[in-house]
Nanobody
């Protein structure tokens, strides 16, 4: 099992920045990829950014150039740096982990990000 705990959400004005953190514990050696998803009210959960064990990253088109995903292996922590925030970025953000050869099976509890206009 893998446990994920997010932190860093909050309320920010449009154009501002936030950094989300996701601390992983448990059987973390099995993890091949980490990702951040978000779910706005009334919408489906969508992938925001992901980072693979080799360091390759990918981003949703709506956040490319504004958000950066990174990981600190020594701290078993993944970050999502969010710059140039927009009201449409308002959502609950979830951290997720995928074991090798599998989809994102492990999820955090979510952290609210609210961007005011």
């Amino acid at each position: 099992q893998v446990q994920l705990v997010e932190s860093g959400g909050g309320l920010v004005q449009a154009g501002g920045s936030l950094r989300l953190s996701c601390a992983a514990s448990g059987i973390i050696f099995s993890i091949n990829a980490m990702g951040w998803y978000r779910q706005a009210s009334g919408n489906q959960r969508e992938l925001v950014a992901a980072i693979i064990s080799g360091g390759r990253t990918n981003y949703a088109g709506s956040v490319k150039g504004r958000f950066t995903i990174s990981r600190d292996n020594a701290k078993n922590t993944v970050y999502l740096q969010m710059n140039g925030l927009k009201p449409e970025d308002t959502a609950v953000y979830f951290c997720a982990a995928a074991p090798a050869g599998r989809t994102f099976d492990y999820w955090g509890q979510g952290t609210q990000v609210t961007v005011s206009s």
